[in-house]
């Protein structure tokens, strides 16, 4: 069996990759590898864990610095991301597509229509790499457009490479892993926002966030193993509780919440 031209470029980018798998430029290098095959217009690669996420590299903003709108998502909205929620729920390694994680009524959401659809815009998929049972290492590829099935072909085609450059590189990283920002703490009480009069309870503040992220009452019933009905129930006392009467009223709550 002959191989391509193509065939060729892709084993001696690989080959110049694990070369410079301890250099500080290489999470660039392999994304523009990937640009040469597959077309994205946003990308980061992120640890994920209990805590907040760890960024290893990031694609520039418009203006060639940081992007303002990530910066907000690693304050605190990546609570709310249909990724993130879905490593802590069942790690899974490979491919991940956001058709495959994301809520029922996630398109509705206060962080879809404030965040995701200014940020990524359409589509994200998700290259997911277990490093123990706590932390996974994701390469995430934004993208104006849906991303097709020869591009989900080719994904999967290339991705034992992908992995296997990813799983090794957090040996170079050690720098960023000594250093792991803390756990995030979403609790509202009267002492951090006036308009509260008593905190929720860690239960209240669960359904909460599965509101937020676009969970129907349904879904948050399954995962939670409780009826419907008690997710209802759950909704009313939060809504008391805070003085609110809307979900984008809990959103802009849950930001002021973050310091957002």
């Known amino acids: 069996m002959s191989l391509s031209l193509q065939d060729i470029a892709w084993h001696r980018s690989v080959g110049q990759l694990i070369d410079n798998l301890d250099q500080p430029g290489f999470w660039l290098a392999l994304v523009r590898t990937l640009e040469q095959y597959l077309a994205f217009d946003s990308w980061v690669v992120l640890l994920f864990s209990d805590g907040r996420p760890l960024v290893f590299a990031e694609c520039p903003g418009a203006d060639g610095g940081p992007d303002p709108l990530f910066r907000d998502y690693l304050h605190g909205l990546y609570q709310l991301d249909p990724f993130y929620i879905a490593s802590r729920e ?3 390694a490979g491919l991940v597509r956001l058709a495959e994680v994301a809520p029922e009524c996630f398109e509705q959401t206060d962080y879809y229509q404030r965040y995701f659809r ?3 815009v359409a589509d994200e998929i998700q290259l997911n790499v ?4 706590e932390r996974t290492l994701c390469l995430s590829l934004g993208s104006r457009q849906r991303f097709g099935p020869e591009q989900i ?5 290339i991705e034992p490479w992908l992995a ?28 951090s926002l006036e308009a509260v009069d008593s905190a929720l309870t860690q ?9 937020l992220s676009g969970c129907s009452s349904k879904e948050i019933a399954r995962k939670l193993a409780i009826s ?17 009467k809307a979900q984008s009223e809990l959103f802009a709550l849950f930001l002021q919440a973050q310091g957002g």
């Open 164 to 191: 296997a450059l990813m799983r090794q590189r957090p040996a170079f990283e050690a720098e960023l892993l000594a250093n792991p920002p803390p756990a995030p703490n979403w609790r509202l009480s009267a002492a």
């Open 130 to 133: 277990p490093l123990d049972d």
């Open 118 to 120: 200014l940020n990524v």
């Open 203 to 211: 239960r209240e503040q669960e359904i909460a966030r599965l509101m």
């Open 90 to 92: 069942q790690r899974r």
């Open 153 to 157: 072909a080719l994904l999967s085609l």
């Open 228 to 244: 419907a009905e008690t997710v209802k129930v759950h909704r009313k006392h939060i809504y008391s509780k805070l003085g609110i």
